[in-house]
């Protein structure tokens, strides 16, 4: 997953709104947030595509 600076992505435990900026990833950000970083990105109707080759 790539993430777009100034997405917005919400915080569950809080009902915030976290902006992204340069040097986010999902796992640092839901750290931030204490969540897991799949709780952050199902919370987020985020869709994470896994290519194997």
């Known amino acids: 997953m790539t ?3 100034g997405t917005h992505v919400l915080a569950l435990n809080c009902q915030a709104n976290y902006t992204v900026v340069s040097g986010d990833n999902c796992v640092a ?3 931030k947030f204490n ?3 799949a709780t952050l990105l ?3 109707s985020v869709r994470v ?3 194997v080759s």
């Open 3 to 5: 993430l777009v600076l």
């Open 49 to 51: 595509l896994l290519t």
């Open 35 to 37: 969540v897991s970083d």
């Open 42 to 44: 199902a919370d987020n």
């Open 29 to 31: 950000i839901a750290a």
